[in-house]
Protein backbone atom coordinates (compact mmCIF):
# COMPACT_ATOMS: atom_id res chain seq x y z
CA UNK A 1 0.00 0.00 0.00
CA UNK A 2 2.83 2.34 0.66
CA UNK A 3 4.58 1.84 -2.44
CA UNK A 4 0.87 2.67 -4.17
CA UNK A 5 0.16 5.95 -2.41
CA UNK A 6 4.08 6.79 -3.46
CA UNK A 7 3.42 6.22 -6.73
CA UNK A 8 0.54 7.77 -6.96
CA UNK A 9 1.63 10.88 -5.65
CA UNK A 10 4.24 10.82 -8.14
CA UNK A 11 1.86 10.86 -10.32
CA UNK A 12 -0.40 13.55 -9.00
CA UNK A 13 3.19 15.79 -9.01
CA UNK A 14 4.39 15.24 -12.65
CA UNK A 15 0.76 15.01 -14.07
CA UNK A 16 -0.11 18.66 -12.23
CA UNK A 17 3.24 19.66 -14.26
CA UNK A 18 2.80 18.80 -17.69
CA UNK A 19 -1.01 19.52 -17.43
CA UNK A 20 -0.02 23.27 -15.90
CA UNK A 21 2.79 24.40 -17.02
CA UNK A 22 2.16 24.15 -21.17
CA UNK A 23 -0.74 26.23 -20.30
CA UNK A 24 0.87 28.95 -18.20
CA UNK A 25 3.41 29.20 -21.04
CA UNK A 26 1.59 29.56 -23.87
CA UNK A 27 -0.47 32.24 -21.67
CA UNK A 28 2.03 33.85 -21.18
CA UNK A 29 2.88 33.48 -17.40
CA UNK A 30 5.57 31.55 -17.42
CA UNK A 31 6.78 28.53 -16.03
CA UNK A 32 6.91 29.17 -12.28
CA UNK A 33 3.61 30.61 -11.85
CA UNK A 34 2.26 27.55 -13.82
CA UNK A 35 3.78 25.42 -10.97
CA UNK A 36 2.44 27.46 -7.98
CA UNK A 37 -1.29 26.96 -9.15
CA UNK A 38 -0.82 23.66 -9.87
CA UNK A 39 0.25 23.51 -6.40
CA UNK A 40 -2.39 25.30 -5.09
CA UNK A 41 -5.13 23.27 -7.31
CA UNK A 42 -4.00 19.77 -5.78
CA UNK A 43 -2.62 21.12 -2.56
CA UNK A 44 -5.11 20.48 1.11
CA UNK A 45 -7.17 23.56 -0.52
CA UNK A 46 -7.84 22.39 -4.13
CA UNK A 47 -8.61 18.98 -5.07
CA UNK A 48 -7.34 17.96 -2.10
CA UNK A 49 -5.43 15.06 -4.04
CA UNK A 50 -1.92 15.91 -2.02
CA UNK A 51 -1.92 16.06 1.82
CA UNK A 52 0.55 16.34 4.74
CA UNK A 53 3.04 14.05 2.70
CA UNK A 54 3.59 18.02 1.12
CA UNK A 55 6.08 18.40 3.71
CA UNK A 56 8.19 15.38 3.20
CA UNK A 57 7.96 16.55 -0.43
CA UNK A 58 9.35 19.87 0.02
CA UNK A 59 11.91 18.56 1.75
CA UNK A 60 12.91 16.74 -0.68
CA UNK A 61 11.97 19.02 -3.40
CA UNK A 62 14.24 21.94 -1.50
CA UNK A 63 17.24 19.85 -2.95
CA UNK A 64 16.55 21.22 -6.72
CA UNK A 65 17.67 24.66 -4.60
CA UNK A 66 20.90 22.70 -4.00
CA UNK A 67 21.41 22.26 -7.58
CA UNK A 68 20.68 25.26 -9.12
CA UNK A 69 23.14 27.06 -7.07
CA UNK A 70 25.76 24.14 -7.82
CA UNK A 71 25.05 25.12 -11.38
CA UNK A 72 25.50 28.68 -11.00
CA UNK A 73 28.83 28.08 -9.47
CA UNK A 74 29.92 26.11 -12.38
CA UNK A 75 29.30 29.22 -14.49
CA UNK A 76 31.17 31.61 -12.32
CA UNK A 77 34.96 31.03 -12.86
CA UNK A 78 37.01 32.98 -10.56
CA UNK A 79 38.17 35.90 -12.86
CA UNK A 80 34.46 36.10 -13.24
CA UNK A 81 33.67 36.13 -9.58
CA UNK A 82 36.57 38.99 -9.43
CA UNK A 83 34.89 41.70 -12.41
CA UNK A 84 31.91 40.91 -10.20
CA UNK A 85 32.94 42.35 -7.02
CA UNK A 86 31.42 45.66 -7.03
CA UNK A 87 27.73 44.95 -7.85
CA UNK A 88 28.30 41.31 -5.58
CA UNK A 89 29.62 43.49 -2.42
CA UNK A 90 28.44 47.16 -3.10
CA UNK A 91 24.93 46.63 -4.53
CA UNK A 92 23.95 43.09 -3.01
CA UNK A 93 25.63 43.94 0.70
CA UNK A 94 24.17 47.62 0.47
CA UNK A 95 20.61 45.80 -0.27
CA UNK A 96 20.49 43.18 2.20
CA UNK A 97 21.47 46.30 4.96
CA UNK A 98 19.01 48.84 4.10
CA UNK A 99 16.53 46.35 3.79
CA UNK A 100 17.02 44.65 6.70
CA UNK A 101 16.96 47.94 8.57
CA UNK A 102 14.02 49.59 7.04
CA UNK A 103 12.22 46.42 7.73
CA UNK A 104 13.53 46.30 11.23
CA UNK A 105 12.15 49.43 11.88
CA UNK A 106 8.54 48.49 10.32
CA UNK A 107 8.51 45.46 13.24
CA UNK A 108 9.73 48.22 15.57
CA UNK A 109 6.41 50.65 15.07
CA UNK A 110 4.33 47.10 14.92
CA UNK A 111 4.85 46.21 18.43
CA UNK A 112 8.09 43.77 18.07
CA UNK A 113 10.80 43.76 20.20
CA UNK A 114 13.99 44.85 18.94
CA UNK A 115 15.79 41.39 18.65
CA UNK A 116 12.41 40.23 17.17
CA UNK A 117 12.58 43.23 14.35
CA UNK A 118 16.58 42.58 13.75
CA UNK A 119 15.71 39.21 13.01
CA UNK A 120 12.70 39.39 10.72
CA UNK A 121 14.46 42.46 9.06
CA UNK A 122 17.33 40.22 8.27
CA UNK A 123 15.26 37.28 7.11
CA UNK A 124 12.85 39.35 4.80
CA UNK A 125 15.84 40.78 3.06
CA UNK A 126 16.44 37.81 1.25
CA UNK A 127 14.52 37.22 -2.22
CA UNK A 128 14.02 34.25 -4.35
CA UNK A 129 17.00 32.83 -6.15
CA UNK A 130 15.01 29.90 -7.70
CA UNK A 131 12.40 32.01 -8.66
CA UNK A 132 14.71 34.73 -9.93
CA UNK A 133 16.76 33.46 -12.23
CA UNK A 134 14.08 30.14 -13.32
CA UNK A 135 12.58 33.59 -14.61
CA UNK A 136 14.85 35.65 -16.01
CA UNK A 137 16.78 32.98 -17.98
CA UNK A 138 13.32 31.91 -19.31
CA UNK A 139 12.77 35.38 -21.08
CA UNK A 140 16.42 35.70 -21.69
CA UNK A 141 16.87 38.70 -19.61
CA UNK A 142 20.07 36.85 -17.67
CA UNK A 143 22.93 38.40 -19.92
CA UNK A 144 21.15 42.12 -19.25
CA UNK A 145 22.15 44.82 -17.04
CA UNK A 146 19.18 43.99 -14.42
CA UNK A 147 19.85 40.23 -14.87
CA UNK A 148 23.35 40.56 -13.73
CA UNK A 149 22.97 43.18 -11.08
CA UNK A 150 19.65 40.16 -10.31
CA UNK A 151 22.25 37.75 -9.94
CA UNK A 152 25.30 39.45 -7.91
CA UNK A 153 22.12 40.64 -5.01
CA UNK A 154 21.09 36.90 -4.91
CA UNK A 155 24.78 35.62 -5.17
CA UNK A 156 25.37 37.95 -1.93
CA UNK A 157 21.98 36.69 0.16
CA UNK A 158 22.89 33.45 -0.40
CA UNK A 159 26.77 34.16 1.03
CA UNK A 160 24.67 36.06 3.74
CA UNK A 161 22.48 33.24 4.99
CA UNK A 162 26.05 32.08 6.91
CA UNK A 163 26.56 34.88 8.85
CA UNK A 164 22.71 35.23 9.58
CA UNK A 165 22.44 32.06 11.39
CA UNK A 166 25.20 32.43 13.29
CA UNK A 167 23.55 36.07 14.24
CA UNK A 168 19.98 34.38 14.79
CA UNK A 169 21.12 32.56 18.03
CA UNK A 170 22.50 35.58 19.96
CA UNK A 171 19.02 37.24 19.60
CA UNK A 172 16.96 34.57 21.73
CA UNK A 173 14.81 36.20 23.93
CA UNK A 174 12.47 34.51 26.55
CA UNK A 175 9.29 34.71 23.94
CA UNK A 176 6.16 36.45 25.08
CA UNK A 177 3.28 33.38 24.72
CA UNK A 178 0.91 36.22 24.31
CA UNK A 179 2.99 38.34 20.96
CA UNK A 180 1.32 37.68 17.88
CA UNK A 181 1.35 39.64 14.29
CA UNK A 182 -2.35 37.47 14.17
CA UNK A 183 -4.60 35.98 16.84
CA UNK A 184 -4.10 33.02 14.67
CA UNK A 185 -2.97 30.32 16.96
CA UNK A 186 0.32 28.65 15.71
CA UNK A 187 -1.50 28.06 12.15
CA UNK A 188 1.39 28.78 9.59
CA UNK A 189 0.81 29.27 5.84
CA UNK A 190 4.01 27.19 4.47
CA UNK A 191 6.04 24.28 6.10
CA UNK A 192 9.42 25.46 7.10
CA UNK A 193 12.02 23.94 5.46
CA UNK A 194 14.73 21.82 8.00
CA UNK A 195 17.10 23.85 9.70
CA UNK A 196 20.58 23.24 10.14
CA UNK A 197 21.69 21.04 12.97
CA UNK A 198 22.51 22.73 15.80
CA UNK A 199 26.09 22.57 16.86
CA UNK A 200 27.27 20.37 19.85
CA UNK A 201 31.13 21.63 19.75
CA UNK A 202 32.73 24.54 21.69
CA UNK A 203 32.93 27.39 19.00
CA UNK A 204 36.37 27.54 18.61
CA UNK A 205 36.11 23.57 17.45
CA UNK A 206 33.18 24.31 15.21
CA UNK A 207 34.60 27.19 13.97
CA UNK A 208 37.66 24.55 12.77
CA UNK A 209 35.08 22.09 11.51
CA UNK A 210 33.42 24.91 9.08
CA UNK A 211 36.96 25.76 7.66
CA UNK A 212 38.56 22.67 7.68
CA UNK A 213 35.20 21.65 5.52
CA UNK A 214 34.95 24.17 2.94
CA UNK A 215 38.46 23.95 3.06
CA UNK A 216 38.80 20.31 1.71
CA UNK A 217 35.69 21.04 -0.69
CA UNK A 218 38.15 23.53 -2.28
CA UNK A 219 41.32 21.51 -2.27
CA UNK A 220 39.73 18.45 -3.55
CA UNK A 221 37.66 20.26 -6.33
CA UNK A 222 41.61 21.49 -7.51
CA UNK A 223 43.70 18.57 -7.01
CA UNK A 224 41.31 15.30 -6.57
CA UNK A 225 38.40 15.45 -8.62
CA UNK A 226 39.92 15.65 -12.35
CA UNK A 227 41.17 12.89 -12.31
CA UNK A 228 38.39 11.25 -10.86
CA UNK A 229 36.32 12.15 -13.58
CA UNK A 230 39.02 11.54 -16.16
CA UNK A 231 39.19 7.97 -15.22
CA UNK A 232 35.58 8.25 -14.97
CA UNK A 233 35.33 9.63 -18.54
CA UNK A 234 37.62 7.03 -19.88
CA UNK A 235 34.71 4.25 -19.12
CA UNK A 236 32.18 5.89 -21.79
CA UNK A 237 29.22 5.50 -19.83
CA UNK A 238 26.94 8.43 -19.57
CA UNK A 239 25.45 7.07 -16.50
CA UNK A 240 28.19 6.20 -14.32
CA UNK A 241 29.26 10.09 -15.00
CA UNK A 242 25.89 11.37 -13.94
CA UNK A 243 25.78 8.89 -10.87
CA UNK A 244 29.24 10.40 -9.88
CA UNK A 245 27.78 14.27 -10.53
CA UNK A 246 24.87 13.77 -8.01
CA UNK A 247 27.25 11.68 -5.43
CA UNK A 248 29.84 14.86 -5.32
CA UNK A 249 26.70 17.28 -4.82
CA UNK A 250 24.83 15.13 -2.34
CA UNK A 251 27.66 14.16 -0.27
CA UNK A 252 28.97 18.31 -0.20
CA UNK A 253 25.18 18.89 1.17
CA UNK A 254 25.14 16.19 3.39
CA UNK A 255 28.77 17.51 4.94
CA UNK A 256 27.18 21.27 4.95
CA UNK A 257 24.53 20.12 6.83
CA UNK A 258 26.32 18.46 8.96
CA UNK A 259 28.77 21.15 10.31
CA UNK A 260 25.33 23.56 10.14
CA UNK A 261 25.65 25.14 7.23
CA UNK A 262 23.83 25.93 4.13
CA UNK A 263 23.77 22.89 1.71
CA UNK A 264 23.13 25.06 -1.29
CA UNK A 265 26.17 27.27 -0.20
CA UNK A 266 28.61 24.34 0.09
CA UNK A 267 27.50 23.21 -3.31
CA UNK A 268 27.72 26.81 -4.96
CA UNK A 269 31.43 27.08 -3.89
CA UNK A 270 31.94 23.44 -5.13
CA UNK A 271 30.57 24.22 -8.28
CA UNK A 272 32.77 27.75 -8.33
CA UNK A 273 35.83 25.28 -7.87
CA UNK A 274 34.76 23.13 -10.87
CA UNK A 275 34.26 25.89 -13.03
CA UNK A 276 37.34 25.78 -14.47
CA UNK A 277 37.67 22.22 -14.56
CA UNK A 278 37.47 20.94 -18.44
CA UNK A 279 34.49 18.23 -17.29
CA UNK A 280 32.29 21.42 -16.41
CA UNK A 281 29.94 20.95 -19.63
CA UNK A 282 29.52 17.41 -18.95
CA UNK A 283 28.65 18.09 -15.39
CA UNK A 284 26.85 20.50 -15.54
CA UNK A 285 24.39 19.29 -18.66
CA UNK A 286 24.37 15.63 -16.65
CA UNK A 287 22.39 17.70 -13.55
CA UNK A 288 20.45 20.22 -15.37
CA UNK A 289 17.63 17.82 -15.95
CA UNK A 290 17.51 16.97 -12.26
CA UNK A 291 17.67 20.34 -11.03
CA UNK A 292 14.57 21.11 -13.43
CA UNK A 293 12.58 18.31 -12.41
CA UNK A 294 13.39 18.89 -8.60
CA UNK A 295 12.92 23.11 -9.06
CA UNK A 296 9.57 22.37 -10.45
CA UNK A 297 9.06 20.14 -7.42
CA UNK A 298 9.76 23.04 -5.27
CA UNK A 299 7.15 25.23 -6.89
CA UNK A 300 4.43 22.63 -6.48
CA UNK A 301 5.22 21.97 -2.88
CA UNK A 302 5.65 26.02 -2.37
CA UNK A 303 2.05 25.76 -3.88
CA UNK A 304 0.76 22.60 -2.58
CA UNK A 305 1.57 23.55 0.93
CA UNK A 306 -0.12 26.98 1.38
CA UNK A 307 -2.41 26.80 4.42
CA UNK A 308 -5.38 29.87 3.24
CA UNK A 309 -7.23 29.25 6.50
CA UNK A 310 -4.62 32.17 7.87
CA UNK A 311 -5.01 34.08 4.95
CA UNK A 312 -8.90 33.46 5.16
CA UNK A 313 -8.89 35.00 9.00
CA UNK A 314 -6.47 37.72 8.50
CA UNK A 315 -6.73 38.42 4.70
CA UNK A 316 -6.24 42.31 5.37
CA UNK A 317 -3.02 42.07 7.71
CA UNK A 318 -1.43 39.43 5.26
CA UNK A 319 -2.07 41.17 1.77
CA UNK A 320 -1.41 44.67 3.66
CA UNK A 321 1.97 43.09 4.76
CA UNK A 322 2.49 41.22 1.22
CA UNK A 323 2.24 44.85 -0.36
CA UNK A 324 4.24 46.67 2.39
CA UNK A 325 7.25 44.08 1.64
CA UNK A 326 7.28 44.26 -2.03
CA UNK A 327 6.74 47.96 -2.14
CA UNK A 328 9.50 47.80 0.45
CA UNK A 329 11.88 46.20 -1.24
CA UNK A 330 10.71 47.44 -4.75
CA UNK A 331 11.65 51.20 -3.39
CA UNK A 332 14.81 50.26 -2.52
CA UNK A 333 15.89 48.40 -5.61
CA UNK A 334 14.71 51.27 -7.57
CA UNK A 335 17.04 53.57 -5.52
CA UNK A 336 19.83 51.04 -5.52
CA UNK A 337 19.24 51.07 -9.59
CA UNK A 338 19.88 54.63 -9.92
CA UNK A 339 23.03 54.61 -7.09
CA UNK A 340 24.50 52.12 -9.36
CA UNK A 341 23.81 53.74 -12.64
CA UNK A 342 21.12 51.58 -14.63
CA UNK A 343 19.10 52.59 -17.36
CA UNK A 344 15.36 53.01 -16.84
CA UNK A 345 14.62 49.58 -18.32
CA UNK A 346 16.84 47.65 -16.45
CA UNK A 347 16.41 49.49 -13.07
CA UNK A 348 12.60 49.03 -13.18
CA UNK A 349 13.01 44.88 -14.22
CA UNK A 350 15.71 44.72 -11.17
CA UNK A 351 13.12 46.26 -8.84
CA UNK A 352 10.22 44.15 -10.10
CA UNK A 353 12.53 40.72 -10.18
CA UNK A 354 13.92 40.82 -6.57
CA UNK A 355 10.54 42.49 -4.35
CA UNK A 356 10.13 39.69 -2.87
CA UNK A 357 10.67 36.99 -0.05
CA UNK A 358 13.21 34.12 -0.68
CA UNK A 359 13.16 30.42 -0.15
CA UNK A 360 15.96 30.70 2.56
CA UNK A 361 13.41 32.66 4.58
CA UNK A 362 11.34 29.70 5.59
CA UNK A 363 15.03 27.84 6.70
CA UNK A 364 15.86 31.05 8.91
CA UNK A 365 12.17 31.26 10.34
CA UNK A 366 11.86 28.11 10.98
CA UNK A 367 15.46 28.37 12.86
CA UNK A 368 14.61 31.50 14.27
CA UNK A 369 11.84 29.89 16.19
CA UNK A 370 13.83 26.70 16.74
CA UNK A 371 16.30 28.96 18.97
CA UNK A 372 13.30 31.05 20.41
CA UNK A 373 14.34 34.04 18.59
CA UNK A 374 10.83 33.98 17.04
CA UNK A 375 7.47 32.97 18.15
CA UNK A 376 5.08 30.75 16.15
CA UNK A 377 2.49 33.13 16.15
CA UNK A 378 5.27 35.54 14.74
CA UNK A 379 6.45 33.25 12.10
CA UNK A 380 3.39 32.02 10.98
CA UNK A 381 2.34 34.93 9.37
CA UNK A 382 5.38 35.92 8.26
CA UNK A 383 5.94 32.71 5.83
CA UNK A 384 2.60 33.73 4.89
CA UNK A 385 3.87 36.97 3.19
CA UNK A 386 7.01 35.13 2.05
CA UNK A 387 4.69 32.31 -0.10
CA UNK A 388 2.47 34.83 -1.45
CA UNK A 389 5.35 37.07 -2.04
CA UNK A 390 7.08 34.46 -3.94
CA UNK A 391 3.67 33.79 -5.69
CA UNK A 392 3.41 37.51 -6.96
CA UNK A 393 6.78 37.49 -8.34
CA UNK A 394 5.90 36.21 -11.65
CA UNK A 395 2.60 38.44 -11.98
CA UNK A 396 4.90 41.25 -11.47
CA UNK A 397 7.46 39.88 -14.21
CA UNK A 398 4.45 40.11 -16.60
CA UNK A 399 3.38 43.43 -15.56
CA UNK A 400 6.41 44.82 -16.57
CA UNK A 401 6.74 42.54 -19.74
CA UNK A 402 3.60 43.64 -21.40
CA UNK A 403 2.66 47.44 -20.09
CA UNK A 404 6.00 48.85 -18.67
CA UNK A 405 8.35 47.95 -20.79
CA UNK A 406 6.69 48.43 -24.49
CA UNK A 407 5.58 51.97 -22.97
CA UNK A 408 9.58 52.46 -22.44
CA UNK A 409 11.00 51.64 -26.03
CA UNK A 410 8.21 53.52 -27.42
CA UNK A 411 9.16 56.81 -25.47
CA UNK A 412 12.71 55.94 -26.76
CA UNK A 413 12.15 55.08 -30.47
CA UNK A 414 15.28 56.88 -31.28
CA UNK A 415 17.85 54.69 -28.99
CA UNK A 416 20.78 53.10 -30.94
CA UNK A 417 20.44 49.54 -31.60
CA UNK A 418 21.72 47.30 -28.43
CA UNK A 419 25.46 45.96 -29.61
CA UNK A 420 26.25 42.35 -28.32
CA UNK A 421 28.94 41.59 -25.61
CA UNK A 422 31.53 39.79 -27.41
CA UNK A 423 30.92 37.47 -23.93
CA UNK A 424 27.90 36.43 -26.14
CA UNK A 425 29.30 35.85 -29.69
CA UNK A 426 31.60 33.37 -28.72
CA UNK A 427 32.54 30.49 -31.28
CA UNK A 428 31.83 26.75 -30.45
CA UNK A 429 33.96 23.77 -32.04
CA UNK A 430 33.16 20.72 -31.58
CA UNK A 431 36.19 18.11 -32.18
CA UNK A 432 40.05 19.72 -31.58
CA UNK A 433 41.69 17.08 -33.06
CA UNK A 434 44.11 18.07 -36.53
CA UNK A 435 41.28 19.90 -37.87
CA UNK A 436 39.90 21.54 -35.17
CA UNK A 437 42.93 22.99 -33.62
CA UNK A 438 44.15 24.84 -36.82
CA UNK A 439 40.55 26.92 -36.92
CA UNK A 440 40.46 27.13 -33.47
CA UNK A 441 44.06 28.76 -33.30
CA UNK A 442 43.75 31.29 -36.19
CA UNK A 443 40.19 32.31 -34.21
CA UNK A 444 41.83 33.09 -30.81
CA UNK A 445 44.86 34.18 -32.46
CA UNK A 446 42.19 37.36 -34.01
CA UNK A 447 40.94 37.72 -30.20
CA UNK A 448 37.81 35.38 -30.72
CA UNK A 449 36.42 33.65 -27.54
CA UNK A 450 36.20 30.37 -28.19
CA UNK A 451 34.03 27.20 -26.09
CA UNK A 452 35.79 24.13 -27.21
CA UNK A 453 34.20 20.51 -26.63
CA UNK A 454 36.19 16.76 -27.48
CA UNK A 455 35.22 13.42 -26.45
CA UNK A 456 38.72 11.96 -25.78
CA UNK A 457 39.62 12.04 -21.84
CA UNK A 458 43.27 11.49 -23.19
CA UNK A 459 43.25 13.83 -25.98
CA UNK A 460 42.05 16.62 -23.41
CA UNK A 461 44.68 15.95 -20.50
CA UNK A 462 47.67 16.48 -23.23
CA UNK A 463 45.80 19.33 -25.11
CA UNK A 464 45.60 20.79 -21.22
CA UNK A 465 49.53 19.94 -21.09
CA UNK A 466 49.72 22.81 -23.95
CA UNK A 467 47.61 25.03 -22.48
CA UNK A 468 44.78 24.96 -24.38
CA UNK A 469 41.08 24.89 -22.66
CA UNK A 470 39.12 22.19 -23.47
CA UNK A 471 36.42 20.48 -21.84
CA UNK A 472 34.75 17.04 -22.03
CA UNK A 473 31.69 16.06 -23.31
CA UNK A 474 30.03 14.54 -26.57
CA UNK A 475 28.75 17.53 -28.73
CA UNK A 476 25.78 15.48 -30.12
CA UNK A 477 23.72 15.80 -26.77
CA UNK A 478 21.81 18.56 -27.20
CA UNK A 479 21.84 20.02 -23.37
CA UNK A 480 25.56 19.74 -23.73
CA UNK A 481 25.77 22.03 -26.26
CA UNK A 482 22.90 24.20 -24.63
CA UNK A 483 25.58 24.12 -21.30
CA UNK A 484 27.98 25.13 -23.64
CA UNK A 485 26.43 28.34 -24.36
CA UNK A 486 24.91 27.42 -27.97
CA UNK A 487 22.22 29.93 -27.07
CA UNK A 488 24.33 32.68 -27.33
CA UNK A 489 26.39 31.62 -29.48
CA UNK A 490 27.17 33.17 -33.15
CA UNK A 491 29.22 30.03 -34.71
CA UNK A 492 29.26 26.56 -34.34
CA UNK A 493 32.32 24.60 -35.85
CA UNK A 494 31.98 21.29 -35.79
CA UNK A 495 35.34 19.42 -36.46
CA UNK A 496 34.28 15.94 -35.66
CA UNK A 497 35.88 12.91 -37.71
CA UNK A 498 32.38 10.94 -37.37
CA UNK A 499 29.71 11.08 -40.00
CA UNK A 500 26.55 10.50 -38.44
CA UNK A 501 27.68 12.53 -35.48
CA UNK A 502 28.14 15.19 -37.11
CA UNK A 503 24.83 14.89 -39.24
CA UNK A 504 23.08 14.40 -35.36
CA UNK A 505 24.45 17.49 -34.55
CA UNK A 506 23.48 19.45 -37.96
CA UNK A 507 20.01 18.46 -37.50
CA UNK A 508 19.71 19.34 -34.07
CA UNK A 509 21.09 23.14 -33.72
CA UNK A 510 19.11 23.55 -37.28
CA UNK A 511 15.82 22.28 -34.87
CA UNK A 512 16.34 23.97 -32.14
CA UNK A 513 18.67 27.00 -32.60
CA UNK A 514 18.18 27.99 -36.10
CA UNK A 515 20.06 31.40 -35.71
CA UNK A 516 23.08 29.66 -34.87
CA UNK A 517 25.54 28.94 -38.41
CA UNK A 518 27.10 25.87 -38.68
CA UNK A 519 30.33 25.34 -40.56
CA UNK A 520 31.38 21.74 -40.81
CA UNK A 521 33.83 19.45 -41.61
CA UNK A 522 32.87 16.42 -44.05
CA UNK A 523 35.28 13.52 -44.11
CA UNK A 524 35.05 12.66 -47.66
CA UNK A 525 32.39 13.92 -50.74
CA UNK A 526 29.31 11.99 -49.88
CA UNK A 527 29.25 13.17 -46.88
CA UNK A 528 29.62 16.86 -48.04
CA UNK A 529 26.85 15.87 -49.98
CA UNK A 530 24.70 15.12 -46.85
CA UNK A 531 26.03 18.53 -45.17
CA UNK A 532 25.26 20.63 -48.19
CA UNK A 533 21.30 19.15 -48.13
CA UNK A 534 21.06 20.12 -44.81
CA UNK A 535 21.59 23.20 -45.30
CA UNK A 536 25.10 23.70 -43.54
CA UNK A 537 26.93 27.33 -44.44
CA UNK A 538 30.02 25.93 -44.94
CA UNK A 539 31.50 22.67 -45.56
CA UNK A 540 35.16 21.36 -45.85
CA UNK A 541 36.12 18.69 -46.86
CA UNK A 542 38.93 17.69 -44.55
CA UNK A 543 41.80 16.48 -46.89
CA UNK A 544 40.39 18.81 -49.95
CA UNK A 545 42.99 21.99 -49.30
CA UNK A 546 45.56 19.68 -48.50
CA UNK A 547 45.30 17.36 -51.67
CA UNK A 548 44.86 21.29 -53.52
CA UNK A 549 47.79 22.65 -51.96
CA UNK A 550 50.13 19.06 -53.28
CA UNK A 551 48.73 19.27 -56.61
CA UNK A 552 49.87 23.08 -57.09
CA UNK A 553 53.50 22.10 -55.35
CA UNK A 554 52.92 18.81 -57.94
CA UNK A 555 52.43 21.22 -60.88
CA UNK A 556 55.20 24.09 -59.84
CA UNK A 557 57.52 20.42 -59.71
CA UNK A 558 56.48 19.48 -63.40
CA UNK A 559 57.45 23.56 -64.66
CA UNK A 560 54.81 25.75 -63.87
CA UNK A 561 55.58 28.74 -62.39
CA UNK A 562 54.17 30.03 -59.36
CA UNK A 563 51.79 32.09 -60.46
CA UNK A 564 49.90 29.85 -63.26
CA UNK A 565 50.43 27.18 -60.94
CA UNK A 566 47.99 29.10 -58.10
CA UNK A 567 45.29 30.06 -60.62
CA UNK A 568 45.42 26.44 -62.25
CA UNK A 569 44.56 25.42 -58.34
CA UNK A 570 41.84 28.26 -57.56
CA UNK A 571 40.29 27.44 -60.79
CA UNK A 572 40.11 23.65 -60.18
CA UNK A 573 38.72 24.44 -56.92
CA UNK A 574 36.01 27.00 -57.47
CA UNK A 575 34.70 24.52 -60.38
CA UNK A 576 34.69 22.07 -58.38
CA UNK A 577 32.84 23.90 -55.41
CA UNK A 578 30.25 24.64 -57.90
CA UNK A 579 30.26 21.25 -59.27
CA UNK A 580 29.81 20.14 -55.46
CA UNK A 581 26.91 22.30 -54.39
CA UNK A 582 25.31 20.51 -57.83
CA UNK A 583 26.23 17.34 -57.60
CA UNK A 584 24.66 17.08 -54.19
CA UNK A 585 21.05 17.37 -55.07
CA UNK A 586 21.36 14.32 -57.32
CA UNK A 587 23.14 11.86 -54.87
CA UNK A 588 21.43 8.84 -54.91
CA UNK A 589 20.95 8.53 -58.59
CA UNK A 590 23.46 6.73 -59.57
CA UNK A 591 23.05 7.06 -63.64
CA UNK A 592 22.83 10.41 -63.11
CA UNK A 593 25.82 11.03 -61.17
CA UNK A 594 27.77 8.63 -63.56
CA UNK A 595 27.09 11.02 -66.38
CA UNK A 596 26.83 14.39 -64.63
CA UNK A 597 30.34 13.83 -63.29
CA UNK A 598 32.14 13.01 -66.49
CA UNK A 599 30.50 15.98 -68.34
CA UNK A 600 31.35 18.53 -65.81
CA UNK A 601 35.27 17.06 -66.37
CA UNK A 602 34.79 17.48 -69.97
CA UNK A 603 33.71 21.25 -68.68
CA UNK A 604 36.78 21.43 -66.44
CA UNK A 605 39.36 20.57 -68.63
CA UNK A 606 37.81 23.29 -71.69
CA UNK A 607 37.70 26.13 -68.58
CA UNK A 608 41.50 25.00 -67.94
CA UNK A 609 42.68 25.21 -71.76
CA UNK A 610 40.77 28.38 -72.27
CA UNK A 611 41.83 30.37 -68.81
CA UNK A 612 45.27 28.56 -69.95
CA UNK A 613 45.58 30.78 -73.43
CA UNK A 614 44.03 33.79 -71.36
CA UNK A 615 47.33 33.95 -69.20
CA UNK A 616 49.85 33.62 -71.63
CA UNK A 617 50.22 37.02 -72.39
CA UNK A 618 50.51 37.50 -68.04
CA UNK A 619 53.14 34.96 -67.58
CA UNK A 620 56.58 36.86 -68.35
CA UNK A 621 55.64 39.73 -65.90
CA UNK A 622 53.86 36.90 -63.37
CA UNK A 623 55.51 36.40 -60.12
CA UNK A 624 57.38 33.55 -59.23
CA UNK A 625 58.05 33.31 -55.23
CA UNK A 626 60.44 30.18 -55.58
CA UNK A 627 62.10 31.77 -58.59
CA UNK A 628 62.50 34.90 -56.83
CA UNK A 629 64.32 33.16 -53.60
CA UNK A 630 66.53 31.09 -55.65
CA UNK A 631 67.77 34.52 -57.32
Known amino acids: MHNEALFFQAFIYLAAAVISVPIAKRLGLGSVLGYLIAGVLIGPFGFKLVGNEGEDVMHFAEFGVVMMLFLVGLELQPRLLWNLRVPILGLGGLQVLITAVIVGLGGLLLGLPWPMAIAVGVILAMSSTAIVLQTLNEKGWMKSDAGQSSFSVLLFQDIAVIPILALLPLLAIAPDPHLSLAASGSDVLLTAGSAPVEAVLPAWQQALLVIGTVGGIILAGQFLLQPVFRLIATTQLREIFTATALFLVIGIALAMNEIGLSPALGTFVAGVVLAENEYRHELESDIEPFKGLLLGLFFLSVGASINFTLLWNQPWMILG ?210 LIRTGVEVVERETFESALSMGEQALRLLGFRAYKAQRVAQTFKAHDEAVLQEMAHIAGNETELVARSKQMNRDLARLLQTDDQALAHELDHAWDTAASREG
Open 321 to 530: LVLALVLCKGVILWGLSRLFKLDLNDGLLFSFALAQGGEFAFVLLSFAVQNQVLTDQVAGPLMAVVALSMAVTPLLIIVFEKLIQPRLIQATPDAPQETIDSEDNHVIIAGFGRFGQIVGRLLMANGFRVTILDHDPSHIEMLRRFGWKVFYGDASRLDLLRSAGIGDARLLVIAIDDPERVLSIVHAVHKYFPHVRILARATNRNHAYQ
